[in-house]
């Protein structure tokens, strides 16, 4: 049932898998969930460092509990906006590229490609140190290894997106795309992917 999360570790193994037991629903289900779980209790490890008092001026009578449900809820609306802005902007690009693949497929490689994305917000979530005007740095970033030595906002912002999970999750739409369409070599197919992901990912932190 859970075999999905080898996407982690295996994309191409998994997607494969994932392609002969045409159960995407179901998987597309439990990684909403797992993407779900993650973020609350990233919000739960958020909630009480100055990073959330500066970003959220609510009332001190607001009970802890219903502040990580409503922060979660809006954590997760964003990751949906996410979704669906990278879905389109791959449509397009697959309209070039990748003629065979659906909307449905790219969907579901996009939000399985989420997991990573999850898994570093998380992760972030027990080191939060570095600040630049309202947004935390990714310690799996570049920015957070050039930020004693960069103090141009915009410049950390910019390379606050080219980060670890970024690029795992840029992997993880690669090989969803190789294995559903097959047109190119996994070489030519990730660089397309990267680029186009990296690029998306900049443009849309400015504005999401």
């Keep these: ?9 295996k994309p191409l193994e998994t997607f494969k898998k994932i392609e002969q037991a045409n159960k995407a629903f179901i998987n597309i289900l439990f ?5 779900s779980i993650l973020q609350y209790f990233s919000i739960l490890n958020l909630i009480d ?7 959220v001026e609510l009332s001190v009578d607001i009970p802890e509990t219903l502040l990580v449900v409503i ?4 954590q997760l609306f964003i990751t949906f906006v996410n979704i669906i802005f990278l879905g389109i902007i791959f449509k397009l690009i697959s309209l070039f590229f990748f003629k065979t693949m659906n909307f449905k497929t790219i ?4 939000i399985l490609a989420q997991l990573p994305n999850s898994l570093s917000l998380f992760i972030n979530s027990f080191f939060i140190q570095g600040f630049m005007e309202g947004n935390v740095l990714s310690i799996f970033s570049l920015a957070y290894l050039v930020a004693g030595f960069v103090d141009l906002p915009i410049v950390l912002h910019i390379l606050n997106t080219v980060e670890l999970f970024q690029v ?16 190119y070599s996994f070489g030519k ?20």
């Excluded at 990684?31 to 993407?35: A, E, G, K, P, S």
């Design 1 to 9: 049932m859970f075999y999905w999360l080898e996407v982690l570790g």
């Design 31 to 35: 990684i909403l969930i797992t993407i």
């Design 49 to 55: 460092t100055l990073f959330v008092e500066e970003l």
């Design 71 to 74: 922060m979660s809820g809006f």
């Design 107 to 110: 969907m579901f490689v996009i």
């Design 168 to 183: 795992w999750s840029a992997v993880i739409v690669a090989a969803g795309f190789y294995v559903y369409n097959g047109k």
């Design 189 to 208: 197919t990730f660089t397309i992917v990267f680029v186009t992901y990296l690029l998306i990912k900049t443009v849309s932190s400015f504005f999401i």
